[in-house]
């Protein structure tokens, strides 16, 4: 929270992208997972980018190891491929187009219903656009464990105490959290329907730090993290990689512009066609 409080920008992976291919700062500090640091270099490759800790990485991203989906690719050469942005350069580099969950609907349906499809790495977020397009997809086994750690019990059970709240989730997570909800979408979707619903009350399943500036921007919206299997402080589901990005290691960031993100040629170039093809599409 703190972080986000003093940052010039915070958005989801979309409006992240976007902010990195239109800034013209010399220095970009992103306070977030390697894969995101690693985007915002591939799309600006005479810029600086550093990241405040370099092992906030992402459980999504190493679900995909490059050589097993390579090969994977290769046995379904007529296939296009269409990749989550929380995904490594080498992911990219291998991919035809990029999305992100706000965007991935309309990605997919710009794909030729004739044309077949690979959709890496999450296989939660394919699902959901599989339902949500008609489309079949061959899915690449992948997950967010983040995403995977929602108790279905301790949600109903929550949802008994409080009925008049409403559930909200990120389509990251499993089918049967999905199934219980009202709005499914992106961390930004989320926002805009929590803003346009201030009267209701909310169940948010999706990493808990998002709540902060949910609850920032409607301050009287009475919002409740939804439960994690795991028994915490928090009761909810926190990424750990994000929460390693602290006040103290962005300082040290700022102050010696270190550690930097660096992406070789030719895997930048590659990586970065399907992130324009993206970037695009949405606008």
Known sequence: GAIQDIADYVGDSLGLSQQAAQTDADIIVFAGVHFMAET???????????????NAGCSLADSCPPESFKAFKEKHPDHIVITYINCSAEIKALSDIVCTSSNALKIVNSVPKDTPIIFAPDKNLGRYIMKETGRDMLLWDGSCVVHEAFSMDKLIELHKKHPDYKIIAHPESEEHILNTATYIGSTSGMINYVKANQNDKFIVATEAG????????????????????????????ECHFMKMN??????????????????PEPLRSRALLPIERMLELSK
């Open 40 to 54: 915002a270099k591939i799309i600006n490759p005479t810029k600086k980018v550093v990241l405040p800790d370099l």
């Open 210 to 237: 998002i709540l902060h500036k949910m609850q920032l921007e409607m301050p009287n919206t009475e919002l409740i993290p939804a439960p994690a299997v795991e028994d915490n402080t928090c009761a909810c589901s």
């Open 246 to 263: 602290t006040m103290e290691k962005l300082y040290n960031c700022l102050l010696h512009e270190t550690p930097a993100i660096e992406v």
